[in-house]
């Protein structure tokens, strides 16, 4: 696509449920990536996918947390067992794997809310 | 830990004003420098600065790098109502694609 597309926009979950968020990279970018963004704070770092595996999950806070990208292009953020924590918005972002610095395009994010 | 600290938190002038945005960072094996602006949603895409010294510029913005004493600022002319917004940076790794990012500051321009 034209642009890396995140789905919901808006997601409203009670605590203990499970959530996915779903990117859409950009065409033809083979590394993604997943950042969350808390109120007032920059982006955290998650997880990056080169292609289909994950090259870096450092940044993903327990194991409540997963991310997959099986077929190398969308890639589904899951979070298990909610808590009023994990309420942030949720970005992905895509760039061009290349040998030198690369720019990350950024998606309008996920708003997670969890009551 | 790598860390980026940008400065200041936030900021507000009038029209017309020229600002200086900074950010240091300690990244390991550092490789590049990122500047975006971010408004309602998806941060935007600003400046890459790879070397030190060498000046980016894009109409009433510019940036530059300091490799030695580590940090970047970012400059911005005659500010218009429409620069409001939060400003991030983010340092690389060398080797990774992996990107640290400051807490921005956020800039209020006033008419």
């Known amino acids: 696509g034209a642009g890396v597309s995140q789905t919901p926009s808006n997601k409203v979950t009670e605590k203990g449920k499970y959530v996915e968020l779903r990117c859409d990279p950009i065409?033809?970018?083979?590394?993604l990536y997943w950042y969350r963004q808390s109120l007032g704070q920059g982006p955290e770092f998650l997880i990056y996918?080169?292609?289909?595996?994950?090259?870096?999950d450092s940044g993903l806070p327990n194991d409540r947390f997963f991310a997959v990208r099986p077929e190398g292009s969308v890639s589904t953020l899951k979070i298990q067992r909610t808590e009023r924590g994990d309420s942030a918005v949720y970005l992905c972002?895509?760039?061009?794997?290349?040998?030198?610095?690369?720019?990350?395009?950024f998606g309008a994010g996920s708003r997670l809310t969890v009551l | 830990e790598d860390k980026v600290v940008q400065s200041p938190l936030s900021l507000v002038v009038h029209e017309g004003d020229t600002v200086t945005l900074n950010c240091s960072y300690e990244?390991?094996?550092?490789?590049?420098l990122l500047w975006y602006k971010q408004e309602k949603k998806a941060p935007t895409f600003l400046f890459m600065l790879?070397?030190?010294?060498i000046e980016k510029k894009s109409g009433r913005l510019s940036s530059i790098l300091d490799k030695k004493e580590l940090f970047s600022i970012l400059n911005i002319t005659a500010t218009q109502t429409g620069d409001s917004a939060v400003y991030l940076c983010?340092?690389?790794?060398?080797?990774?694609?992996?990107?640290?990012f400051g807490t921005g500051t956020r800039l209020k321009v006033l008419a």
């Open positions: 996918f080169q292609g289909t595996g994950a090259a870096d």
């Open positions: 983010a340092g690389n790794l060398s080797g990774t694609y992996k990107y640290i």
């Open positions: 065409s033809g970018h083979t590394a």
């Open positions: 790879t070397s030190s010294g």
């Open positions: 990244v390991t094996n550092f490789r590049s």
């Open positions: 972002a895509s760039s061009l794997s290349i040998s030198g610095a690369n720019v990350l395009t």
